[in-house]
T-cell receptor, first 111, second 109 residues
Framework: EPEVTQTPSHQVTQMGQEVILRCVPISNHLYFYWYRQILGQKVEFLVSFYNNEISEKSEIFDDQFSVERPDGSNFTLKIRSTKLEDSAMYFC?????????FGPGTRLTVL | AQRVTQPEKLLSVFKGAPVELKCNYSYSGSPELFWYVQYSRQRLQLLLRHISRESIKGFTADLNKGETSFHLKKPFAQEEDSAMYYCALSGRATDKLIFGTGTRLQVFP
């Protein structure tokens, strides 16, 4: 059964550094999402992406964040200058229509 | 305000006992409701969608618009049901998921 994959599983970075989190959605899916979960808190929506553009973003998704689908298979989330409060689990999801299918997540630790 | 409330952080039952995981929502319009499950060290998995009206792994959930609830039920819990359960909603105008805080289900032998 096809699955969403994410790399790396764990990323440690220094405050102020740029990070890129990578996702490979399920191949025939058209809608792509990023969510995050700060330890002990709920899963929060960051951004949705369809037809090569952002379709919706939350107030969390400020100018420090960007998404890209560079080659038709990968879907990336970039954080330009990480802050301590960006430490969280980041989940990618994709859907064809209806239910979203999630990746295993990338744990980002900002020191 | 759009919100999903799961009032119980932890629910502990013995194997064979009935289980009900509560979910209430607040949404102006007609949302779509979901249950996701996360087993230990695994990814979030879609368990149920209210529009499918199906039973997965013995779990069912009925949307009650009057009470704005979407409680997850199983008549006889199994040890392998132990996991984190998240209720979520999306709207017609947006497909972003709004999650509750989750309920950890522990099923003891």
């Amino acid at each position: 059964e096809p699955e969403v994959t994410q790399t790396p599983s764990h990323q440690v970075t220094q405050m102020g550094q740029e990070v890129i989190l990578r996702c490979v959605p399920i191949s025939n899916h058209l809608y792509f999402y990023w969510y995050r979960q700060i330890l002990g808190q709920k899963v929060e929506f960051l951004v949705s992406f369809y037809n090569n553009e952002i379709s919706e973003k939350s107030e969390i998704f400020d100018d420090q964040f960007s998404v890209e689908r560079p080659d038709g298979s990968n879907f990336t989330l970039k954080i330009r200058s990480t802050k301590l409060e960006d430490s969280a689990m980041y989940f990618c999801a994709s859907s064809f229509q209806g239910g979203q299918f999630f990746g295993p997540g990338t744990r980002l630790t900002v020191l | 305000a759009q919100r999903v409330t799961q009032p119980e952080k932890l629910l502990s039952v013995f194997k064979g006992a009935p289980v009900e995981l509560k979910c209430n929502y607040s949404y102006s319009g007609s949302p779509e409701l979901f249950w996701y499950v996360q087993y230990s060290r695994q990814r979030l998995q879609l368990l149920l969608r209210h529009i499918s009206r199906e039973s997965i792994k013995g779990f069912t959930a009925d949307l009650n618009k009057g009470e704005t609830s979407f409680h997850l039920k199983k008549p006889f819990a199994q040890e392998e049901d132990s996991a984190m359960y998240y209720c979520a909603l999306s709207g017609r105008a947006t497909d972003k998921l709004i999650f509750g805080t989750g309920t950890r289900l522990q099923v003891f032998p």
